[in-house]
């Protein structure tokens, strides 16, 4: 993962069998199981077959416990899959979308449903206001339209407004919407004729289970998602305080690029985009804009380290790592009180390798001792 340093490890397994992809699964929906602990127990043990065996041993050690997300669980969100024509992709699986793949800690599954069957590299997001003014979606669609004409990949999120003309503008060249519920939840209702419109010429992408409707929490999640599907992201109207915002916020920590289109300053709408090209987004007035400065890009772009098959990744060869991450736990655990901690902080007063001190804050966090904060800090349970 090149961005995120997680793979301490070694590079990330190729999913091969069936067995593996329904344990990939069945780890991503175990309770306190995130991305980042997915990614570390699949490096660590080599498989999701064997990181699911290993799970309750691991939150014994750490003096906690853990049970795994019940067999019948999972088989019953598969089965909720083939009842929507939906297919399940996970990490390591070859359909799973590259620049996705790349950003840190990837998104574990994906359901998605469509005529659609891969998602190119070449791709953009467009997002803004779900009260836009008639300029500004007519903006949207255009650039969603002459993208789609240059050869890009369109991807929103399905919201009125904005999301709505980006779609629409791009059905006959490529769209994605990207749900905060499962890819059978049609939100807002009011979009349902566009929902089966991508569904017919698109995909749908979701993070979440089929079945799932969507919370108000979700949407940042969807958010990452979204930017991470992309090389950029465009936002055309946004207020100081939206859900656009936080996706260029997400596209910039994923080392992507920013555009937004610059707007009246007497209209709330447009004062999140002017902030933006203020804080340093390439201004976009039209789609050349873009072009110019994602075709430069593209030619430097460093493409995601390739996954390997199982046979050929083994689990961390260092003997030594179960005893190094018992001696740690303790250690790491005296240092982490009520008030939020950094992980940096942590694993430089521990003095212990990256890889050895993140297995132990995992643990830790696995076995219910520890909990991370949304900004990536520690805190006891």
Known sequence: ?????????GRFPACTSDAERFARLRLARTNRIGPVHFHQLILRFGSAVKAVENLPLIAKRAGGGIVPAPIEVVEAEMARGRAAGARLVVLGDTAYPKLLADIAAAPPVLWMLGEQTALPDRAIAIVGARNASAAGQR??????RELGEAGFFVVSGLARGIDTQAHTGSLKTGTAAVLGGGVDDIYPPDNADLYQAIRTYGVLISASPVGYRARAGDFPRRNRVISGLTRGTIVVEAELKSGSLI???LANEQGREVFAVPGSPLDPRCRGTNDLIRQGATLCEGVDDILRTLDAQMTLFERPAPTVPLHAVSAFDDTDLDEAIDSLRDRLLSLIRPVPTPREDLLRLSGAPARVGL???????????IVTTSDGQYIRA
Not at 139 to 144: C, D, K, T, W
């Open 139 to 144: 903006i949207a669609h255009a650039l969603a």
């Open 359 to 369: 297995a132990a804050l995992g643990e830790l966090e696995i076995a219910g001792l």
């Open 247 to 249: 996706t260029a916020r």
């Open 1 to 9: 993962m090149s961005d995120g340093g997680e793979d301490f490890f």
